[in-house]
């Protein structure tokens, strides 16, 4: 696919991650013909939309086995939490309102509604996540998000008050769809609020690591109100956030039914100040890029001559492109430790390295931890405090490599 998924422009692409497996398909097994797709990026001219050119099917992504559950990080609970409650004030949500969620995951945002009384309804296409949702209580459809599903909500309840998505949006190709649904099932007076990686933040911290199969999108608040506005709505505003290494928060109502907030016009400014809608931008994107994979690469050889012993930690999506695009082999990093159950004694995604349990990470005695959830870093650090204290030292590659 060449063109752009927003708008139908031509794609510039900047560059070729090459052949890549599903992220989260960790598997029991060593994969020796494991499935894999051309991971290219590139930018649309016309509308500012970064996007995967090609993406796998999203049942190859979405299913029973999806490996990744939101509620397995403490922050991440209390930035849901946080998100909940200002929702539920701004718009002064009732035992009378209703909230629909894209993408719930386990439940980790809903449920704080549902402690609330207030309807709540979680779309989850990932069965196994969706089971999880279903414990804690939530109404949840797990089936993707569609026309037929929107029908259903609005027949058994009534028009979203406010529809949700946290991480999800930027996951879906048939994006004009996405937001046609979602007018039809916002209320009048409603709001669709969501959340995604950041691409100014991606692009400043060359965080090239949080491109994968899922993140088809890569947005900006110039993406978004355009992607909007072509779905006769419009964007509000916008709010940055610390998760996943520099999120932003897009607020999204019908047109003309809300005032847009000074934010939107200074985000969009600050977008072109740093040159967001320039090509050259990303083409110098991937200069850096190719600078942290040499000089990586170079570090973890010259740790291997010397005897040193190098472990990963958390087996994150991210960890996937870095490790593949990179070319780490287990030669280089002969485990990556993880605190998912399902991700035991599991083998990482097209390189094969050994997936333990998080458990075991302190008697391995490593001399360096590269840490792929780098996110998480100062939560994690401050877990890691005192054992890290003992001559070990961490191994960071984001905004550039650096050894702590």
């Given amino acids: 696919m060449n063109s752009c998924r927003v708008c139908g422009n031509n794609l510039k692409e900047f560059i070729n991650f090459g052949m890549m497996p599903i992220a989260n398909s960790f598997k029991k097994t060593i994969q020796i013909d494991e499935y894999k797709f051309q991971m290219s990026v590139g930018f649309c001219e016309n509308c500012m939309t970064v996007q995967l050119i090609n993406q796998p099917d999203p049942v190859k992504m979405f299913h029973e086995n999806y490996a990744f559950f939101s509620s397995s990080s403490n922050y991440m609970q209390t930035h849901f939490r946080e998100f909940a409650n200002k929702v539920i004030e701004d718009r002064l949500l009732d035992k009378k309102s209703i909230v629909v969620e894209i993408g719930c995951n386990d439940g980790i945002l809903l449920e704080n509604f549902k402690e609330r009384k207030i309807i709540s309804v979680g779309i989850e296409p990932s069965k196994n ?31 979203a008050d406010v529809i949700l998505s946290a991480n999800v949006i930027c996951h879906i190709p048939d994006i004009n769809s996405i937001f046609s649904g979602i007018k039809k099932l916002l209320a009048s007076d409603g709001l669709f609020i969501f959340e995604d990686p950041y691409l100014l933040d991606i692009i400043n911290k060359n965080s090239f690591d949080q491109i994968y199969d899922e993140h088809v999108f890569l947005f900006s608040a110039m993406s978004v109100s355009y992607l909007a506005n072509k779905n006769d709505l419009e964007l509000i505003c916008v709010q940055p956030q610390k998760t996943h290494g520099g999120s932003m928060r897009y607020t999204i109502g019908h047109k003309n039914a809300h005032k847009i907030d000074k934010s939107v016009v200074n985000q969009i400014s600050l977008e072109k100040t740093n040159g967001l809608h320039l090509f050259k931008s990303y083409c110098n994107f991937e200069i850096n890029i190719l600078k942290i994979k040499v000089e990586l690469i170079n570090l973890l050889k010259i740790l291997k001559s010397e005897n040193k012993t190098v472990v990963g930690y958390a087996a994150t999506s991210k960890s996937t492109t870095l490790i593949n695009f990179f070319g780490i082999t287990s030669d280089l990093l002969p485990v990556i430790f993880d605190t998912t159950p399902n991700k035991f004694n599991t083998y990482s995604p097209g390189a094969n390295i050994p997936i333990l349990p998080y458990s075991l990470f ?39 490599l650096q050894v702590i």
């Fill in 129 to 159: 996540v969706a089971r999880i949702a279903e414990k804690k209580g939530i109404d949840v459809i797990n089936e993707f998000f569609n026309e037929n599903v929107v029908n259903q909500i609005v027949k058994k309840f009534k028009k």
């Fill in 362 to 400: 302190h008697e391995s005695d490593p001399d360096y931890v590269l840490l792929f959830a780098w996110n998480h870093s100062e939560e994690i650090m401050t877990k890691e405090a005192s054992f890290m204290k003992e001559n070990r030292k961490w191994i960071l590659y984001v905004p550039k």
